[in-house]
């Protein structure tokens, strides 16, 4: 809530007020549970207007996971001042540190909602490409003449790091504590990328699960 | 094209029938191109008839997903006559086979058409977790107690494969080799069942790429 009702706001604070308030709710509940009207009457304003920033239900629920990814990508941005290797170990554990606060944000960008189309998959492939990069760089000094063998690593890593996380959120009885998670995701990375050919070591922070 | 316009199917048959034809048309171009009255005219049927069976297009694109699904599961079966281990790497030869061959409908099968709903990530899900059991089988000697980190490595792992063939399929030139994809995907397997604590062996098929 934002207080007053109906209070004129320019048009970029609207947009972003909007999405703050779609945000909250799909935190709340569930993108696929997402009411607009819901949102119009949270943000005091009317169904039309907020048709007239997003004009399909669809477009409100991209532009959403749009801001979901940009948020995720900038909390897992890698720090230069870090080792390559480093900064990939702190982007996993910053990338479950998202997944672990912002639950149905995460599910929304991972699966989509029902019914998502062709530019909510866009969202969902760009994201994952970025993520795909930066392990590229994490582990090859040449990232630019990247093999196949590890392009296609670093993508097949992010698949399953999503899949992996989308199951352990989706247990129902949490038999895997974070760091359990998070040692099991580092060794995984470990073994793949010497698979693909460029070995690298793990932080040594204790035996999978 | 069955020849005779109209003529009178039993339920069944036309139920296969129209399935049939879908999925040459979704094979010539893809399921989201799929026109449902291209399928009825093709049949040789009308428009109202093909809604009888399946009452809207997305009724129509779960049956055909569904219907690759079962195909995709029943050429990858686990032949029981083989070591475990052996089953392993035949389902990911004839899963890559499957793949080449059946391109289109793979694509719609692992992404789904752009709008698919909750019906069609639901069979996507079941087709995800049946691969992923028969890889617990592969490597575990008590699958059905399997330590939760051995479940999210078969998961992640299905992932990550379905995430490689897809980049691979899309791969304008194709510089990576059948033979080298699959070496790939076993050095994958190897390594991501040891970091979650199930030791297996490759079949010495050559180097990663």
Redesign the interface.
């Known amino acids: 809530m934002t207080g007053g009702a109906r209070r004129r706001l320019p048009r970029e604070e609207r947009h972003a007020q909007l999405l703050e308030v779609g945000r909250r709710q799909v935190e709340r509940s569930s993108l696929?549970a997402l009411s607009t009207d819901d949102v119009a009457a949270e943000a005091g304003i009317s169904r039309g207007l907020l048709f007239h920033y997003f004009p399909t239900r669809e477009d409100f629920l991209v532009a959403l996971t749009e801001a979901a990814a940009e948020e995720l990508l900038a909390l897992t941005a890698p720090d230069p001042q870090l080792e390559p290797l480093s900064r990939l170990w702190e982007g996993l554990r910053a990338y479950v540190d998202y997944v672990v606060q912002h639950r149905e944000l995460y599910l929304a960008l991972i699966?989509g909602a029902?019914?998502?189309?062709?530019a909510m998959?866009e969202v969902f492939e760009r994201t994952?490409g970025v993520l795909a990069d930066r392990l590229i760089e994490g582990v090859s000094e040449e990232p630019e003449g990247a093999?196949?063998?590890l392009?296609?690593?670093a993508?097949?890593?992010?698949?399953?790091?999503?899949?992996?996380v989308v199951?352990?959120l989706r247990?129902e009885e949490r038999?895997?504590a974070r760091e359990?998670?998070l040692a099991?995701l580092e060794?995984?990375a470990?073994?793949?990328f010497?698979?693909?050919?460029f070995p690298v070591e793990g932080r040594g922070g204790g035996?999978?699960?």
């Open positions: 696929d699966r029902a019914g998502g189309g062709a998959k994952r093999p196949a063998a392009r296609y690593a993508r097949g890593y992010v698949a399953s790091v999503e899949e992996i199951s352990w247990e038999t895997v359990e998670l099991l060794a995984i470990v073994s793949t010497t698979a693909a050919g035996a999978p699960v």
